[in-house]
T-cell receptor
Framework: GAVVSQHPSRVICKSGTSVKIECRSLDFQATTMFWYRQFPKQSLMLMAT?????????EQGVEKDKFLINHASLTLSTLTVTSAHPEDSSFYIC????????????FGSGTRLTVV | KQEVTQIPAALSVPEGENLVLNCSFTDSAIYNLQWFRQDPGKGLTSLLLIQSSQREQTSGRLNASLDKSSGRSTLYIAASQPGDSATYLC???????????????FGKGTKLSVIP
């Protein structure tokens, strides 16, 4: 079945630095990838939709200059948290789908970001 | 705006019991519905995808039903095992005009504990 790999699984960084998270579809080409954020005991909140070769579409309230998304190929999307602050600490999960998502989604294993 | 509700928020059962998790949604204009499992600190694992034209899907001890007109889905787990302990999330899949792709809307999940 479809597999999505996400790295790193955990990262600790200092305030003011930037962190890059990678999301790869291993056995299929993902025209669309999605980035979610999950707060403790809450469900997933969609941050942005990433289409290969074009700019990401951000959800309302998500700062596009803060969370930079690049989808340079059909198998790789990256999320860069720029100038990280402690309030950016969270669990970030990516997902990928064939086509536009009507046939289901495959998720990565998530990245626990802690900003100190 | 779609709202997805899952009841109960938490459930504890002895091993071997059959159980039902409930999911309701406010907008019945969905394309598909997907059930996921999330283990603590991990990403999401897809369990079942039900297309809007289907009424149920089965995979092993899992059976998911969908009543689109009433905005309800259930996940039935037969002969529960301690390894089934996890948070179960349901998500509706709908068109998302802003991003030109389909989008998931998640419930907050049901945390299941199966006691040996």
């Amino acid at each position: 079945g479809a597999v999505v790999s996400q790295h790193p699984s955990r990262v600790i960084c200092k305030s003011g630095t930037s962190v890059k998270i990678e999301c790869r579809s291993l056995d299929f080409q993902a025209t669309t990838m999605f980035w979610y954020r999950q707060f403790p005991k809450q469900s997933l909140m969609l941050m942005a939709t990433s289409n290969e070769g074009s700019k990401a579409t951000y959800e309302q309230g998500v700062e596009k200059d803060k969370f930079l998304i690049n989808h340079a190929s059909l198998t790789l999307s990256t999320l860069t948290v720029t100038s990280a602050h402690p309030e950016d600490s969270s669990f970030y999960i990516c997902s990928a789908t064939l086509g536009k998502g009507a046939q289901g989604y495959t998720f990565g294993s998530g990245t626990r970001l802690t900003v100190v | 705006k779609q709202e997805v509700t899952q009841i109960p928020a938490a459930l504890s059962v002895p091993e071997g019991e059959n159980l039902v998790l409930n999911c309701s949604f406010t907008d019945s204009a969905i394309y598909n519905l997907q059930w996921f499992r999330q283990d603590p600190g991990k990403g999401l694992t897809s369990l079942l995808l039900i297309q809007s034209s289907q009424r149920e899907q089965t995979s092993g001890r899992l059976n998911a039903s969908l009543d689109k007109s009433s905005g309800r889905s259930t996940l039935y787990i037969a002969a529960s095992q301690p390894g089934d302990s996890a948070t179960y999330l349901c998500a509706t899949i709908q068109g998302h005009s802003g991003a030109g792709s389909y989008q998931l809307t998640f419930g907050k999940g049901t945390k299941l504990s199966v006691i040996p």
